[in-house]
């Protein structure tokens, strides 16, 4: 599909004269040709980029990869709230009483990884795409007791 060059008179002055337009063609729709100069108008819906929406300016999509790494969960999140909020929704999510020995880790584009302060907000520590308000975590075991029975619940073990 190449583009073609067409003259076309001029119609708002009634002069003789001749512009250059660019026309489009495409094997199914008719010839179109294209003003540069021409502005569309658009609705405030249309103007709103196509990588956003209106939830996701408060909202994070939290994917977190369980311990197996077989298994994820996916969830909406505010993004002010803690990151502790997340915690307590998988540990609940896995019926886990004692949580002080999990955590959520995070993994930036450069491969390097972070523990999530649990009483900081989600946007603050979490440097990705601004315009893309998807998470990923993973559950980690973040402190390891040195005797194993001092932990109370066999799930935790």
């Known amino acids: 599909m190449s583009p073609r060059l067409l003259s076309v008179a001029c119609c708002t002055t009634g002069c003789e004269r001749k512009h250059q337009q660019t026309t489009i063609e495409s094997d199914t729709a008719r010839k179109m040709p294209v003003n540069e100069t021409a502005v569309i108008p658009t609705s405030f819906i249309g103007r709103i980029s196509a990588r956003t929406s209106l939830i996701s300016a408060r909202d994070y999509k939290t994917t977190v990869q369980l311990l197996d ?89």
């Open 69 to 157: 790494d077989n298994e994820t969960i996916c969830q909406e999140f505010k993004k002010t709230s803690n990151a502790q909020v997340i915690l307590d929704y998988i540990c609940e999510y896995l019926n886990i009483v004692e949580k002080d020995y999990f955590g959520l880790r995070f993994q930036d584009f450069s491969r390097h990884r972070y523990w999530m302060d649990l009483n900081k907000p989600i946007y603050k520590q979490v440097r990705g795409d601004p315009f893309c308000p998807n998470v990923a975590l993973r559950f980690r075991v973040r402190f390891y007791p040195s005797d194993v029975s001092v932990l109370k619940e066999e799930i935790t073990r």
